[in-house]
């Protein structure tokens, strides 16, 4: 099986996680085409099958894979084996939860502290390692991991999740730095408020609101020319110069306004 597709330069075997979401859905639908292999995963197993089901019309061979990201051992298992019957030529692990806290505490349940830790930092670093390594044998190979804008700000309504991704932040742009000479790029996506299911369900204004589509779109195109990091929209870029520019105190003060209300 060929890992590329030579009439037009486009990877051809893509492993996508998160894929019964909204963002990884409206990926998996934007690489649906004649001669795509997609690999799906995601844990809502009707959803995943539905977005199987529309890529395959586009033209798109789909496999679908549930897997919980919070059992390590068994994703860095399943991507070998992914791997194993035939290299995946790019890997993109949008894969996340969110959360806040109960604005009744101070501070989220230690419980929900490891959950987001392990799904939106140690397994997704763990995965990508994997790949890294066995791209980098292969001289090529291409993965982009999605964290978040939230990952430059300390929420303080949203601790772990910002942690979370601020670990995903600094192992992605390290991996980088460690693979690039080996042929393989790695791209971290870290963007605002999206308008999907679980981003309705946070409290509070969102501003600069983007749909899916277009994040994919935006995804694809900063992957395919091996970009470093791409942040959106770009007032987030600003919000970023400010928070490292602001004196602490008020910075702090900026960050507490910012708690989202209560229901």
Known sequence: MKSNNTQTGLPTRILITGASGGLGEAIARHYAAPGSILLLWGRDQ???AAVA?????????AVTRSLDLTDGAAAIAAIETDDDAAPIDLAILAAGLGDIRPPDRPAEAACQILRLGLVNF??????????????????RGQIALIGSAAAFHALPFA????????????FTDALRLGVAAQGVSVTLVSPGF??????RKVRGPKPFLMQPSHVAERIAKAVARGQAHL?????????RLVDRLLPSRLRDRLLLSLTPPAD
């Not at 089901?53 to 061979?61: I, P, S």
């Open 194 to 199: 999206i308008d999907t299911t679980a981003g």
């Open 159 to 170: 601790a772990a999740y910002a942690g979370s991704k601020a670990g995903l932040a600094r």
């Open 122 to 139: 140690a397994v997704p670093c763990a995965m990508a390692a994997t790949l890294a390594n066995r791209m980098a044998a292969r001289g």
């Open 53 to 61: 089901d529309a890529c395959r019309r586009a033209g798109a061979q």
């Open 46 to 48: 009707e959803r995943l």
């Open 231 to 239: 942040v959106l929209p770009w007032p987030f870029v600003l919000l």
